[in-house]
């Protein structure tokens, strides 16, 4: 059994939350992320049992959203938006190039675990393109050589802090349990706005 | 020229913005205090009367909408606040909630008040961790400050990736804890929404707009805007600008004037075509630079005003790229519930990706033409009205591109000279 009593006490105020059980669905294969790294058999068991469904009710919600991961992924998830505005602004030039200096493919996952590379749609931080997500935190303005320092730092085990974000980047595992709706402190961390969502009030600041 | 009015964006500058401290230091929380104290059919009236429209795409009157919830009913009332930000170019939510997500705190508890509701659930996308964090604090704060846990309680849902849960009735679905595909209208979600109880979906920029509407008066957002568009909203400029960004501006301000604010197009280059509100909204051109950017001068040059995501593309853009990889994305994010949509963009996309390698016929552009009809408005939701509207809007504009291009039995444009490592060569 990988999930300690204090995991399935958090796994019941995850389900607390909610005016009816089924609900807590999503955050809980957010939460089984968390422990394991992606979503596995034992997990969409447990789910079910915590919330009376058939394991195949509980399958059918997990193969729906992307972000629900079928194998694991690396410590550091990499996604490149290939999504047309990024695309054009230098998206694709950085997915391809990444893909060659890491040797893997879409999906893939380095050999040492340490990262694995997808292409995601928009991110929504057009005004910072390109940009590349890892572990779902913003690295904005990204060009083919600022991403593949990215990834090295990330390989050597120091990696880059997000341009806004907390001050470290943490691993997949915590990060899904961020999404699972736990907090980890790291709220007030990092920029409360970059400098693209603050020029229009710069402008009218300048009497414009 | 327009003059840009921050209201929303008014303290994201300083370096606290995002906490309960800064928030309460600008006045924060005094309005949902006010409108705790009026009757709820009265703060309805007052957004109402502001001529507050939905920011989300559709532009429906957020108190009509409120107004909708039947009284007196006897039934749980919820609020569902829809901070799914996925449509192609949107940007304005994220940061919205990155530096201030007190004010769609506050925003809830007046609408929850208003509708009589004693949940309300902010959906945010999942990929975005560092907004659940900010929101999910202001939460807590907002709890360990007595707004919340007095009445009005609120949960924070984390989506998993996908595009469709920004569709109010897959989102739904998706917190009810299944697979996020949208229901057949009606009954609408006023009636029978989240758990079949009547439910008010609103947009984060919808609802963050209402504290200051509550403080300041229907009077004072009426004085903003255009006839039927009133207030201020947020621009997001992005793509090939020199200062791409978020505006906050009267709605009515032109791409003209914003191009103007941002330092106009990249660097020696010139306007070719841009959205006036995300991906899924037809396509202009450098011929629609002073059309008021409000919901009826927007839909009367024949697109609509969405997002207001602005994405602009120069003459280094192929027209066919961009197009190709808007489908593939709407191929990618079809949730497969109806058949026109799940196969219709598959085939387009196929056709797509011969055009773009300059392989085909001119009777492709028309078989293009014809199963886009074929799909706008035969399936649940606006997913596939939004696939179809790159495609039919190009080949009104640029259907010579596309001629060219199987002319010359290969792409026309260079992808590197559409980068902005480009000019960021030139420019050194």
């Known amino acids: 059994m990988a999930y300690s009593s204090e995991d399935l006490a958090t796994m019941d105020s995850i389900i607390k939350r909610y005016p009816r059980s089924r609900s807590a669905i999503m955050p809980l294969l957010h939460f089984v992320q968390s422990r394991i790294g992606f979503v596995n058999g034992e997990g969409i068991e447990l789910i079910a049992q915590l919330l009376t469904l058939e394991a195949a009710e509980v399958s059918a919600v997990a193969t729906f959203y992307t972000q629900y991961k079928r194998t694991p992924v690396g410590e550091y998830h990499v996604g490149v938006c290939t999504n047309t505005l990024c695309a054009v602004m230098g998206g694709d030039a950085i997915f391809a190039g990444l893909k060659e200096h890491l040797g893997v493919e879409n999906d893939g996952v380095t050999a040492d675990g340490k990262v694995s590379l997808e292409h995601i749609e928009c991110n929504a931080a057009c005004d910072y393109a390109p940009v590349v997500m890892a572990n779902w935190e913003f690295y904005d303005n990204q060009t083919v050589e600022s991403a593949k320092d990215l990834v090295d730092s990330m390989r050597s085990g120091n990696p880059k802090p997000p341009t806004r974000g907390p001050d470290t980047l943490v691993t997949w595992k915590e990060v899904s349990a961020v999404l699972a709706g736990i907090n980890d402190g790291k709220a007030n961390e990092g920029l409360q706005a970059g400098a693209p969502t603050l020029l229009g009030l710069k402008i009218s600041k300048e009497g414009k | ?428």
């Not at chain 2, 709605?251 to 306007?271: D, Y």
């Open chain 2, 1 to 428: 020229m327009t003059k840009l009015v921050p209201v929303l964006s008014a303290h994201w500058d300083e370096k606290d913005s995002f906490t309960i401290e800064a928030y309460t230091r600008h006045g924060g929380y005094k309005a949902s205090q006010k409108a705790l104290a009026m009757d709820p059919d009265a703060v309805i009236q007052l957004v109402k009367d502001s001529g507050l429209r939905g920011r989300g795409g559709a532009g429906f009157p957020t108190g009509m909408k409120w107004g909708f919830i039947p009284q007196g009913d006897n039934k749980e009332h919820y609020l569902v606040v829809n901070a799914d930000e996925s449509e192609p170019g949107t940007c304005k939510d994220t940061p919205l909630m990155m530096a201030n997500p007190h004010v769609l705190i506050e925003g809830c508890i007046i609408a929850a008040h208003a509708i009589r509701a004693k949940h309300a659930f902010i959906y945010i996308r999942g990929e975005v961790t560092h907004v659940v964090r900010r929101v999910n604090q202001a939460i807590e704060d907002a709890y360990k400050a007595g707004h919340l846990g007095n009445g009005i309680e609120i949960v924070l849902h984390v989506g998993a990736g996908a595009y469709i849960c920004g569709e109010e009735t897959a989102l739904l679905d998706s917190l009810e804890g299944f697979r996020g595909q949208p229901r057949l209208r009606p009954p609408f979600p006023a009636i029978a929404g989240l758990y079949a109880m009547p439910t008010v979906v609103n947009n984060v920029e919808s609802i963050a707009s209402v504290p200051a509407i509550i403080l300041n008066g229907a009077e004072w957002y009426q004085s903003m805007g255009t006839e039927k568009s009133k207030g201020t909203t947020l621009y997001s400029l992005s793509g090939h600008v020199k200062n791409p960004g978020q505006f906050e501006a009267p709605l009515g301000i032109t791409l003209r004037e914003l191009l103007e604010l941002a330092g106009g197009v990249r660097e020696g280059h010139r306007l070719k075509f841009w959205t006036p509100g995300g991906s899924s909204t037809p396509i202009f051109t450098d011929a629609h630079l002073d059309i008021p950017l409000d919901y009826e001068g927007v839909a009367a040059a024949g697109s609509m005003l969405g997002t207001k995501a602005l994405q602009i593309f120069d003459e280094t853009t192929s027209i066919i790229r961009a197009v190709l990889r808007w489908t593939e994305f709407y191929k990618h994010e079809s949730c497969g519930k109806c058949t026109p949509c799940r196969e219709g963009t598959w085939w387009l996309v196929q056709i797509l990706r011969d055009l773009d390698a300059g392989i085909g016929t001119e009777e492709d552009l028309n078989k293009l033409l014809d199963i886009c009809d074929n799909i706008a408005g035969r399936s649940f939701c606006a997913l596939a009205d939004g696939a179809v509207a790159p495609i039919i809007s190009s080949l009104k504009y640029f259907r010579q591109e596309y001629l060219d291009q199987l002319a010359n039995k290969g792409p026309l444009f260079d992808p590197m000279d559409s980068t902005l490592f480009v000019s960021a060569k030139a420019g050194a």
